[in-house]
């Protein structure tokens, strides 16, 4: 059975409340009191009961990362960022995945609430994520927005420069001689999706090509679907000779239809894409990609969030911003 307090208290010949003010470190004990205390936890292996403590404390030092894709290798990153940032802050770290399904979402919301943890770091599935966000609010429970922003919501936020990222490598295709470059885009309901449709459109327009609208495809993240997309455009009288995918896994269902079509990268059609790629594609690097600093992410969500929690951070949100960085490899023909 449970060691409890009360049988370190027997063990130790002192009271269960003598035993409690030695795990919480409070009230005036003696050394030699608080030693033996310490000893007989020791041997007994008592491992004390976070949930009663944190009722005591009003504090679990727990957090939990709620993300919608951990295969997704920019989240895998993301989450390592936040644990690592978590410990090193004396909390730990409960990691959620929503699969984009806003009922799955709703049901972890409903967990976390119920587990008492201190706070959320959380990427939502879209814009319909604000009935779970305002649930949190109300509930007085600190959270912070990795990766998407949620309009009607104000909060910390931890984003990526997409629009910017999107710009540059639309910009780079254009310099490689395309035209015809497709956007195999995201949800139009996630914020990200429009920024980067956002700078894509923007750069068509100031280079002086138009914007088609049959050259666009939103998708959701199922291979199935992707590959009926991409045969769709290469299926058009002036297929695109070039493909921006909005991520990495889009990017990657992309090219498998296209060789499944009989297409060749970058000979046939260009591809690039936001994210970097899992450790076995940087290590022979081959796409084209606006690499986002997936592990500061999670890092600077996580202490942005600590500081809300100890009542540290300003009055004003803080929407921080980080920039991607591109990398020109064989996939856009570029190298």
């Known amino acids: 059975m449970m060691v409890t307090i009360y049988d370190i208290a027997k063990q130790a010949g002192c009271s269960a409340m003598t035993v409690s003010r030695v795990i919480n ?19 007994m292996n008592y491992v004390p009961n976070a949930m009663a403590r944190s009722l005591v404390k009003q504090e679990s030092r727990i957090l939990s990362l709620l993300i919608t894709d951990i295969t997704n290798p920019f989240y895998t990153s993301l989450a390592r960022g936040a644990e690592d940032a978590a410990r090193e802050l004396g909390y730990r770290l409960l990691l959620a995945n929503s699969d984009e399904e806003l009922a799955k979402e709703k049901e972890y919301i409903d967990t976390v609430l119920s587990a008492r943890v201190d706070g959320v770091l959380f990427a939502p599935a879209g814009d319909a994520s604000l009935p779970n966000l305002k649930r949190l609010r109300k509930q007085n429970l600190p959270f912070v927005l990795i990766d998407r922003e949620v309009p009607g919501i104000e909060c910390d936020m931890v984003l990526g420069d997409s629009k910017e990222g999107a710009k540059r490598l639309t910009s780079h295709l254009i310099e490689q001689g395309h035209a015809r470059i497709a956007l195999l885009g995201g949800s139009r309901g996630v914020s990200t999706a429009r920024a980067r449709q956002a700078g894509y459109e923007e750069t068509l327009q100031l280079s002086g090509l138009p914007y088609r609208e049959e050259y666009v495809a939103e998708s959701h993240y199922r291979a199935g679907e992707i590959a009926r997309h991409v045969k769709r455009l290469m299926a058009l009288p002036e297929p695109p000779t070039a493909l921006f995918a909005a991520n990495n896994f889009l990017a990657l269902g992309a090219i498998r239809a296209l060789r499944d079509q009989g297409l060749r990268v970058p000979e046939d059609v260009a ?6 790629l899992e450790a076995g594609f940087v290590l022979d690097p081959f796409m084209t990609v606006a690499a986002q600093p997936a ?3 999670g890092v600077l969500g996580i202490r ?6 100890q009542g540290k951070a300003a009055e004003d949100w803080r929407r921080v911003v980080l920039p991607p960085t591109v990398h020109l490899r064989r996939s856009s023909g570029g190298t």
Not at 271 to 276: I, L, R, S
Not at 304 to 309: T, W
């Open 271 to 276: 591809v690039v894409c936001f994210d970097e």
């Open 295 to 297: 592990y500061d992410f």
């Open 25 to 43: 470190n409070t009230g005036r004990i003696s050394d030699e009191t608080r030693q033996r205390v310490l000893d007989i936890m020791k041997e």
């Open 304 to 309: 942005l969030l600590v500081d809300r929690i």
